[in-house]
């Protein structure tokens, strides 16, 4: 006699403000295991509906069993329709949802914990990843400064992201995409020799660009 089964669906929408870059790689379906072939599961979803201000968020998508750091499931949602929402089929129990972004450079998460999938149940979980940019550049005159931009969280005193300025239009000023927030800056001119480091404070709010310009 065969099993009656009932997947659960684990679907999860992610969205990011318009400010942040497109990203569009080619997105990866979650299957469900042999074990789950052969016991009861149930659906759980997640959703968030894009506004005319966002678009849809390339994040990472784990399920744990609640409590533990006992990988269920995972994935990636990208940025598009045919993955985001994210799906997965896992069985019943409680379990941990966290989602993390892959675009913002300070790579924050979101954490829901003890999800409780009972008997037929669909569960929806939505998140809107904020985010704003932050423009550096670095001149002397009116020559480009290569500099190496280091970005810390005032908040956590921890580096987030840095890169190179360079000496080209192309790349300087430096662009980064933040969650909202106070950061300071370092600035280490590598271009032209024997120019002394600087330090900047400033503020990223979400869906704004924030743009400052040292110069020497």
Request: charged fraction near 25%; charge should be neutral; hydrophobic fraction near 35%.
């Amino acid at each position: 006699m065969f099993k009656k089964i009932a997947f659960v669906l684990l679907s999860l929408s992610l969205i990011l403000a318009a400010c942040a870059p497109a990203v569009t790689p080619e997105a990866m379906m979650d299957k469900p295991t042999e074990s789950m072939m052969d016991k009861p599961t149930e659906e759980m979803m997640a959703h968030e509906s894009a506004t005319p201000e966002a678009m849809m968020s390339d994040a990472t998508v784990t399920l744990y069993r609640a409590g533990t750091k006992e990988n269920v499931a995972g994935g990636r949602s990208y940025n598009q329709e045919k993955s985001n929402p994210i799906k997965f089929k896992v069985l019943p129990g409680i379990y941990d949802v966290e989602i993390g972004s892959v675009e913002l450079a300070n790579k924050p998460k979101m954490r829901w914990e003890k999800q409780n999938l009972g008997g037929g149940a669909t569960i929806s979980l939505s998140h809107n990843f904020e985010s704003g940019i932050l423009k550096i550049g670095a001149k002397q005159g009116e020559a480009f400064v290569d500099a190496v931009v280091t970005v810390y969280s005032k908040k956590t005193g921890e580096s987030v992201v840095g890169g190179r300025t360079y000496m080209s239009e192309s790349s300087n000023p430096k662009s980064f995409t933040l969650e909202p927030g106070k950061y300071k800056v370092d600035l280490k001119p590598v271009k032209p020799k024997d120019l002394s480091p600087r330090t900047l404070e400033v503020e990223v709010k979400a869906k704004e660009t924030t743009e400052r310009l040292e110069k020497w």
